[in-house]
């Protein structure tokens, strides 16, 4: 499913939106180009150790941006003169400049995370959007159950950063849905560990935990069989609700469930209210069927 699309804009861009600055030429690249778009001034140094982690940051999140700002590194003790009038005392330095003038900036060598919120500010929102909208018309797709075309919307997003956790958490969903539960599984894995925890991964891998657990469940037939026989049968009962759901019948996954509970909120050590919380944290806080099975949990457990 993955695909290289996407990484040739991002190529093609990368020698027009970072480039070396000077004394003579900061007027042009950096006070009239920011009459067209926000320009970075990077202040760096060759002996700055924090500069060496910061410049590569600065670079992947410019170009990632595609046009809607740009970067000039300047080198201080090359070209001091800049600096000195600026008051830059430390570095790195990072000054955004926007119609001409400097408008924002920051000092020390700030995580990607921050550099990429700091282009967001002084963008005022340009930068990430199309990524944002991308990422929300894939989350669409596989709500609809178009995994597919989900698929290579989060392949688009992971072509520009293979790093998008958002993205590898929505294409291990794809691949859940489409039973491919080994390629979901090497997916999230590629999540990084900071980000592991974020909502779209841990929807993702209770999605992934939901339909390995409804690979050892008995047919769905056979289940509705021990139920008629028994209603009392919770072990039934509970692997109905597991079948039900991976066939996409989510409110009747919460109705047995909810019987559960009803009947005897102990059973298995609150199993059943703990796969409730399981099922919603895959479906989604808005999903209908959440929305409805939180309320009627909620009903039951402060009634």
Not at 277 to 299: H, I, M, N, Y
Request: contains cysteine; glycine residues 6%; aromatic residues 4%.
């Amino acid at each position: 499913m993955l695909q290289d699309g996407g990484t040739m804009t991002a190529t093609a861009t990368a020698v027009d939106v970072v480039k070396d600055t000077t004394t003579q030429g900061f007027m042009k690249d950096v006070i009239e180009e920011s009459k067209r778009q926000p320009v970075l001034v990077d202040f760096w140094a060759p002996w700055c150790g924090p500069c060496k982690q910061l410049t590569p940051v600065l670079e992947k999140a410019v170009k990632a941006a595609k046009g809607k700002v740009k970067l000039a590194k300047m080198n201080i003790d090359e070209h001091p003169a800049i600096p000195g009038q600026m008051g830059i005392q430390s570095i790195p330095a990072v000054i955004a400049f926007s119609n001409g003038q400097p408008v924002d900036g920051f000092m020390g060598a700030l995580p990607e995370s921050q550099v990429s919120a700091f282009l967001e500010r002084i963008t005022k929102g340009a930068v990430g959007a199309e990524e944002k909208d991308l990422l929300k018309a894939a989350d669409a797709a596989l709500a609809e159950g178009n995994a597919t075309g989900a698929a290579e919307m989060y392949a688009q997003l992971l072509a520009e950063d293979s790093t998008n956790a958002p993205a590898l958490a929505g294409l291990a969903r794809c691949y859940v849905e489409t039973g491919a539960l080994e390629q979901a599984k090497q997916t999230l894995a590629l999540i990084p560990e900071a980000k592991r925890n974020e909502a779209a991964a841990a929807a993702a891998r209770a999605a992934l935990e939901i339909a390995e657990q409804a690979k050892s469940i008995e047919p769905l037939g056979d289940l509705e069989k021990k139920l008629l026989a028994d209603p009392l049968d919770h072990q039934a009962r509970f692997d109905l609700a597991v079948a039900l759901n991976a066939k996409g019948k989510r409110e009747d996954a919460v109705r047995h469930l909810i019987d559960i509970v009803k009947r005897d909120r102990k059973w298995n050590d609150d199993g059943a209210r703990k796969q409730l919380v399981q099922f919603f944290e895959a479906w989604g806080a808005t999903d209908p069927a959440t929305v409805e099975g939180r309320k009627r949990l909620s009903s039951i457990l402060f009634s």
